[in-house]
């Protein structure tokens, strides 16, 4: 109930916007820039039951929403060169487009979108989904969650008989993992009581993520592409020691330019919340050479950001998939400056 009052709240706000702000307005807006996030792009789904939704959009609004930039005059450019076009034109409004995770979709999907307006994009990967030593546990749960009545995690049975429980069962397992101060252990009691569901987290991200080949192919064929670090596992660094952290950063770059040849120069933290990234974190990136890192806070950038390591990013959410919604955004009305 929470989550819905939520979503209408948002829902409501970008309608007020949109109807207050046609594209002839935002044109003449102060200027701002904007970094769009996504995850997966592919074709609309049917399952009744879906918690990760607003992390999939279809393939035909994102080219809605890079035709709704151009409409705004906002300028799409690839990530790495933000802090300089901004610092050489400071009036300038830039569009950045982002995918996590190293979906197969992105490239099936998304990719061709992309090459057909010519816009350039970041693809940040993660090692550990592309060897398929790491699961996706969010995809997990939900696979696992929509065919059980009773799911029994970590020791504690929830009631799966119903949506509105399936829902319910998907918060609480996701708020387990995300406060969890041991991520692994939480992530791997989530994959075992999915294993006891018939469900196998490993085969998901087999389906979902593409593999080293996959990969490197992308990066030789396709000229608008760049890929950045999503490090080695996908976890939350700010949970991490300092040790590790490093590690997961520096042997992401070296994993990178490998596989593709070239050494990447960007970082989007995972989950990109408060608590999952940092100031520490942002200073580690900076010491392995990377000059630009993302997170998921909502915000617009205004001026040339002197350390632009810490980078809100704006999600095109699957929730609100409307091109009005994508000149709300543009618009900077709901967004803090950065």
């Given at each position: 109930?929470?989550?819905?009052?939520?979503?209408?709240?948002?829902?409501?706000?970008?309608?007020?916007?949109?109807?207050?702000?046609?594209?002839?307005?935002?044109?003449?807006?102060?200027?701002?820039?904007?970094?769009?996030?996504?995850?997966?792009?592919?074709?609309?789904?049917?399952e009744t039951f879906a918690p990760n939704a607003g992390l999939s959009?279809?393939?035909?609004?994102?080219?809605?929403?890079?035709?709704?930039?151009?409409?705004?005059?906002?300028?799409?450019?690839?990530?790495?060169?933000?802090?300089?076009?901004?610092?050489?034109?400071?009036?300038?409004?830039?569009?950045?487009?982002?995918?996590?995770?190293?979906?197969?979709?992105?490239?099936?999907?998304?990719?061709?979108?992309?090459?057909?307006?010519?816009?350039?994009?970041?693809?940040?990967?993660?090692?550990?989904?592309?060897?398929?030593?790491?699961?996706?546990?969010?995809?997990?749960?939900?696979?696992?969650?929509?065919?059980?009545?009773?799911?029994?995690?970590?020791?504690?049975?929830?009631?799966?008989?119903?949506?509105?429980?399936?829902?319910?069962?998907?918060?609480?397992?996701?708020?387990?993992?995300?406060?969890?101060?041991?991520?692994?252990?939480?992530?791997?009691?989530?994959?075992?009581?999915?294993?006891?569901?018939?469900?196998?987290?490993?085969?998901?991200?087999?389906?979902?993520?593409?593999?080293?080949?996959?990969?490197?192919?992308?990066?030789?064929?396709?000229?608008?592409?760049?890929?950045?670090?999503?490090?080695?596992?996908?976890?939350?660094?700010?949970?991490?020691?300092?040790?590790?952290?490093?590690?997961?950063?520096?042997?992401?770059?070296?994993?990178?330019?490998?596989?593709?040849?070239?050494?990447?120069?960007?970082?989007?933290?995972?989950?990109?919340?408060?608590?999952?990234?940092?100031?520490?974190?942002?200073?580690?990136?900076?010491?392995?050479?990377?000059?630009?890192?993302?997170?998921?806070?909502?915000?617009?950038?205004?001026?040339?950001?002197?350390?632009?390591?810490?980078?809100?990013?704006?999600?095109?959410?699957?929730?609100?998939?409307?091109?009005?919604?994508?000149?709300?955004?543009?618009?900077?009305?709901?967004?803090?400056?950065?």
């Open positions: 109930m929470k989550q819905s009052a939520r979503h209408f709240a948002i829902r409501a706000a970008l309608e007020a916007i949109a109807a207050t702000n046609p594209r002839a307005i935002v044109r003449r807006m102060a200027a701002h820039s904007v970094i769009f996030t996504l995850h997966h792009v592919r074709p609309a789904s049917d959009v279809r393939p035909d609004f994102l080219d809605e929403a890079i035709e709704e930039c151009t409409a705004c005059d906002f300028t799409p450019i690839r990530l790495s060169d933000l802090p300089a076009r901004l610092a050489a034109e400071p009036h300038g409004r830039f569009v950045a487009f982002t995918l996590d995770d190293g979906c197969r979709d992105n490239r099936d999907h998304a990719a061709p979108v992309f090459r057909r307006h010519g816009v350039p994009y970041t693809l940040f990967v993660t090692k550990g989904f592309a060897q398929r030593t790491q699961t996706m546990w969010w995809e997990t749960a939900e696979a696992a969650i929509r065919q059980v009545e009773r799911w029994v995690l970590d020791g504690e049975a929830m009631d799966c008989s119903t949506l509105a429980d399936k829902t319910a069962a998907f918060r609480r397992t996701a708020a387990l993992v995300d406060g969890s101060e041991d991520e692994t252990r939480a992530v791997t009691a989530v994959e075992a009581a999915a294993q006891a569901a018939g469900v196998d987290g490993k085969e998901i991200v087999k389906r979902e993520a593409m593999d080293e080949a996959e990969l490197t192919t992308l990066s030789k064929d396709d000229p608008f592409v760049e890929f950045g670090v999503h490090t080695l596992t996908h976890s939350a660094l700010a949970k991490l020691p300092d040790k590790t952290m490093r590690r997961e950063i520096d042997q992401s770059i070296d994993w990178i330019t490998e596989l593709t040849g070239k050494r990447p120069v960007s970082v989007a933290y995972p989950y990109g919340h408060p608590w999952a990234c940092g100031s520490r974190e942002a200073a580690a990136a900076d010491e392995a050479g990377l000059s630009v890192g993302v997170t998921t806070q909502p915000g617009k950038i205004v001026v040339a950001p002197a350390a632009p390591l810490l980078l809100p990013r704006v999600s095109l959410n699957g929730l609100y998939q409307e091109p009005r919604f994508v000149r709300a955004f543009l618009s900077g009305r709901l967004l803090k400056t950065a």
